[in-house]
């Protein structure tokens, strides 16, 4: 009886706490990051290998440098180079418009994808990723449920998480990854004698084999992880902004650590806040490599969430007086000095002339940071192909190459650097497989008249976009929608010409169809469909008749 008894104890006890574990998920979703998050060193120095003490030929004499730096979730609006700017143009950007200025601007240039890490494998492969399996943004589970599960209050559409599909998910989150055996830029580049080099984020895998050091980078000071914070949230020198309506903060808030790591070694804490850290080591290097030949990756964190920005940059700010918008603002300020410090670095080794420097974003601003305008003129955010989702600013700077002040106005995109790179550099691209972006370089200096593409592709599980010339369309399931806009006569994607032409949307349909057949099933599923209204961001109630889209991932 006392065997029962007790017996029956245990059983209600693990009742109640397995009820209270059900009713505390998203709590304990939030806590186990930290809970399980490895050891981190204090401050590391790093020590660049040094290239040649004098140069073989001078900087004209040798192929060029080529400076790619690639930020995260900047918006169109977000820089000041259109007229426009964050905060009403409160935060001007001249360095970063210096870089269109002194170079081409893309005026149509598209983002690989609408997220971040399927556009940086477009980047480092010059593929539509799906054609490797690489579809969607690597997420640990948790994450996916946590997002897949909380509504937004004022949300009509409730988020979805599949959790029959976790069984065939990877275990790891550091085996979602592009192939060992794609070629990046980086191995193409190292081959031709390039000395290559990765500052920040990585997110395109964390197992060996795929990680920056092992997919053609001799050095890698960074992250492996889709974000990072910029300080500790306590730090003296920080400010900080949560958006409580967001998941993903929460998330992101509750995991990111404040660390960083060198080809692969210990992980350590960087000693400054991380944009200001990445360049402070950007430069180091620039210096230690200015004899030779170098590809230097520069990708920023900033202006990713967890919106952070220097207690310095938010004091300079005070005429915006809402907190959110100053902390992004004041990310925007440091993130622009910074890029403004890399490029002065360049000019004083001489180095400038003959450096190939991209700029361009990973995707468009993200509704889920709740500021209504970083995307304009365009409709959409960041997980939408919709203009504001894939439209980044994109520019190319060559001094002894391009023409300064130029604008270039066929479309171009992310996939287009792999080979542009190994134009610049006198690289072959890889003749085993197919690379789909081509070789900008002509086409910025007149050589070709020709249009880059003829279509462009893009597919997120169900949710598929094509642009044909200035035809665009838009299909998805759910909800059951098909937009067809004319981008020649409305490039803000105001009218929807579909139902009027339905002989467009067929010619279009069977060319994504076309571009559809010949890419790969995705390597792990999508765990979650998250709703994306088109015009208002997060934190912003829906209205009946709102557009929206199910992003998957």
Same mark, same amino acid.
């Given at each position: 009886m006392k065997i029962l008894r007790g017996a029956g104890i245990v059983l209600a006890t693990l009742v109640v706490l397995a009820g209270v574990a059900y009713l505390n998920r998203?709590?304990?979703?939030? &806590?186990?990051?930290?809970?399980?998050?490895?050891?981190?060193?204090?401050? %590391?120095?790093?020590?660049?290998?040094?290239?040649?003490?004098? $140069?073989?030929?001078?900087?004209? &004499?040798?192929?060029?440098?080529?400076?790619?730096?690639?930020?995260?979730? %900047?918006?169109?609006?977000?820089?000041?180079?259109?007229?426009?700017?964050?905060?009403?143009?409160?935060?001007?950007?001249?360095?970063?418009? $210096?870089?269109?200025?002194?170079?081409?601007?893309?005026?149509?240039?598209?983002?690989?994808?609408?997220?971040?890490?399927?556009?940086?494998? $477009?980047? %480092?492969?010059?593929?539509?990723?799906?054609?490797?399996?690489?579809?969607?943004?690597?997420?640990?589970?948790?994450?996916?449920?946590?997002?897949?599960?909380? &509504?937004?209050?004022?949300?009509?559409?409730?988020?979805?998480?599949?959790?029959?599909?976790?069984?065939?998910?990877?275990?790891?989150?550091?085996?979602e990854a592009v192939p060992s055996n794609e070629v990046t830029i980086a191995e193409m580049l190292k081959a031709q004698g390039y000395h290559t080099l990765h500052f920040g984020k990585w997110h395109l895998g964390g197992k060996k084999g795929t990680r920056p050091e092992d997919q053609g980078f001799d050095e890698s000071l960074g992250f492996i992880a889709g974000a990072s914070m910029y300080l500790p949230e306590n730090d003296p020198n920080v400010e900080n902004s949560k958006q409580d309506f967001d998941p993903i903060d929460k998330f992101l808030w509750a995991n990111l650590p404040y660390m960083v790591q060198y080809n692969g070694g210990p992980r350590f804490k960087p000693n400054a806040y991380m944009t200001d850290y990445l360049t402070n080591e950007a430069i180091k290097a620039i210096g230690a490599n200015r004899n030779r030949p170098f590809f230097m990756y520069l990708a920023y964190n900033g202006i990713h969430t967890p919106l952070q920005a220097t207690k310095a940059d938010y004091d300079a700010l005070p005429q915006i007086k809402d907190h959110r918008l100053r902390v992004y603002a004041a990310m925007i300020r440091n993130l622009d000095r910074n890029i403004g410090r890399v490029m002065a670095e360049l000019k004083a080794q001489g180095l400038d002339d003959n450096t190939l420097v991209i700029f361009t974003s990973d995707n468009g601003g993200a509704n889920y940071i709740g500021l209504p305008d970083i995307n304009r003129p365009y409709r959409g955010w960041k997980a939408s192909f919709f203009e504001g989702g894939v439209h980044v600013p994109f520019f190319l700077r060559w001094p002894a190459v391009l023409k300064a002040g130029e604008r270039y106005a066929y479309p171009a995109g992310h996939v287009d650097i792999f080979a542009t790179a190994a134009g610049a550099a006198g690289a072959k691209v890889p003749a085993d497989r197919v690379i789909d972006g081509v070789n900008l370089i002509?086409?910025?200096?007149?050589?070709?008249?020709?249009?880059?593409?003829?279509?462009?592709?893009?597919?997120?599980?169900?949710?598929? %976009?094509?642009?044909?010339?200035?035809?665009?369309?838009?299909?998805?399931?759910?909800?059951? &929608?098909?937009?067809?806009?004319?981008?020649?006569k409305d490039p803000t994607e105001k009218v929807n010409l579909a139902a009027a032409n339905p002989a467009k949307v067929a010619e279009l349909m069977a060319e994504l169809k076309r571009q559809d057949a010949q890419m790969a099933k995705s390597s792990w599923p999508s765990l979650l469909q998250g709703p994306i209204p088109i015009d208002h961001p997060l934190g912003v109630p829906d209205k009946p008749g709102d557009e929206y889209i199910y992003w998957n991932n």
């Amino acid at each position: 009886m006392k065997i029962l008894r007790g017996a029956g104890i245990v059983l209600a006890t693990l009742v109640v706490l397995a009820g209270v574990a059900y009713l505390n998920r998203a709590w304990i979703v939030l &806590k186990v990051g930290k809970w399980t998050q490895p050891h981190i060193a204090e401050n %590391m120095p790093v020590t660049w290998q040094q290239g040649p003490a004098t $140069a073989a030929q001078p900087p004209g &004499k040798r192929p060029p440098n080529i400076v790619f730096i690639l930020v995260d979730d %900047m918006g169109f609006n977000d820089i000041t180079f259109n007229g426009g700017g964050v905060a009403n143009g409160a935060v001007p950007t001249p360095n970063i418009d $210096a870089i269109g200025r002194q170079g081409v601007n893309l005026e149509n240039g598209y983002a690989g994808n609408a997220t971040c890490a399927p556009s940086r494998a $477009a980047i %480092m492969t010059g593929r539509y990723p799906q054609r490797f399996g690489f579809e969607f943004t690597p997420t640990p589970v948790g994450f996916s449920r946590l997002v897949g599960t909380f &509504k937004t209050p004022g949300s009509t559409h409730p988020p979805r998480f599949n959790r029959e599909l976790v069984k065939d998910n990877p275990k790891n989150v550091d085996d979602e990854a592009v192939p060992s055996n794609e070629v990046t830029i980086a191995e193409m580049l190292k081959a031709q004698g390039y000395h290559t080099l990765h500052f920040g984020k990585w997110h395109l895998g964390g197992k060996k084999g795929t990680r920056p050091e092992d997919q053609g980078f001799d050095e890698s000071l960074g992250f492996i992880a889709g974000a990072s914070m910029y300080l500790p949230e306590n730090d003296p020198n920080v400010e900080n902004s949560k958006q409580d309506f967001d998941p993903i903060d929460k998330f992101l808030w509750a995991n990111l650590p404040y660390m960083v790591q060198y080809n692969g070694g210990p992980r350590f804490k960087p000693n400054a806040y991380m944009t200001d850290y990445l360049t402070n080591e950007a430069i180091k290097a620039i210096g230690a490599n200015r004899n030779r030949p170098f590809f230097m990756y520069l990708a920023y964190n900033g202006i990713h969430t967890p919106l952070q920005a220097t207690k310095a940059d938010y004091d300079a700010l005070p005429q915006i007086k809402d907190h959110r918008l100053r902390v992004y603002a004041a990310m925007i300020r440091n993130l622009d000095r910074n890029i403004g410090r890399v490029m002065a670095e360049l000019k004083a080794q001489g180095l400038d002339d003959n450096t190939l420097v991209i700029f361009t974003s990973d995707n468009g601003g993200a509704n889920y940071i709740g500021l209504p305008d970083i995307n304009r003129p365009y409709r959409g955010w960041k997980a939408s192909f919709f203009e504001g989702g894939v439209h980044v600013p994109f520019f190319l700077r060559w001094p002894a190459v391009l023409k300064a002040g130029e604008r270039y106005a066929y479309p171009a995109g992310h996939v287009d650097i792999f080979a542009t790179a190994a134009g610049a550099a006198g690289a072959k691209v890889p003749a085993d497989r197919v690379i789909d972006g081509v070789n900008l370089i002509p086409y910025l200096t007149g050589l070709s008249k020709d249009r880059p593409h003829q279509a462009l592709f893009w597919r997120s599980g169900a949710y598929k %976009m094509i642009r044909v010339g200035d035809w665009k369309l838009q299909v998805l399931p759910d909800p059951n &929608k098909v937009w067809l806009f004319d981008l020649s006569k409305d490039p803000t994607e105001k009218v929807n010409l579909a139902a009027a032409n339905p002989a467009k949307v067929a010619e279009l349909m069977a060319e994504l169809k076309r571009q559809d057949a010949q890419m790969a099933k995705s390597s792990w599923p999508s765990l979650l469909q998250g709703p994306i209204p088109i015009d208002h961001p997060l934190g912003v109630p829906d209205k009946p008749g709102d557009e929206y889209i199910y992003w998957n991932n």
